[in-house]
């Protein structure tokens, strides 16, 4: 199976420049844990989740007051994948990195995210 089969989109994502308040309103609309973070032309610049937001809150519990913007949570260490290649190898990237979603890329073209919970449901399809 390829990541292009497993992948979720399309890509729900937060420009840089938003705050927590517009993160949190993003998850519970779309009903998803994290979201690439982009600039403001379209450039991929990290990703957000609900652990950053956590770990932000835990180091400051006035984050929510302040206005934090999600550049100050975000992590920018991504791990993009290609949408050919094999979900082993992804789960595996996944793995050792120790992530819970990565992004899906051909030629600079943000295209999906997989997370931990799309593998789980291929477990459970799998199983039943």
């Known amino acids: 199976m390829k990541v292009s089969e497993l992948m979720q989109a399309p890509v729900h994502s ?3 420049d938003a705050t927590l308040q517009d993160f949190d309103q993003l998850l519970l609309e779309q009903n998803i844990s994290g979201a690439p973070v982009l600039a403001a032309d379209g450039e991929l610049l990290g990703l957000v989740s609900k652990t950053d937001v956590v770990r932000s809150y835990n180091e400051d519990p006035l984050i929510f007051q302040r206005g934090l913007k999600i550049w100050e ?3 920018t260490e991504v791990l993009v994948v290609p949408s050919e290649q094999d979900v082993r190898e992804t789960a595996r ?3 050792e990195a120790r992530l819970h979603r990565v ?4 030629g ?3 295209l999906g995210v997989v997370s931990s919970f799309d593998f789980l449901s291929v477990v459970a399809d799998d199983l039943a």
């Open 14 to 16: 937060i420009r840089f």
């Open 73 to 75: 949570i975000m992590t």
């Open 93 to 95: 990237k996944m793995r």
């Open 103 to 106: 992004l899906v890329c051909d």
């Open 108 to 110: 600079g073209e943000l």
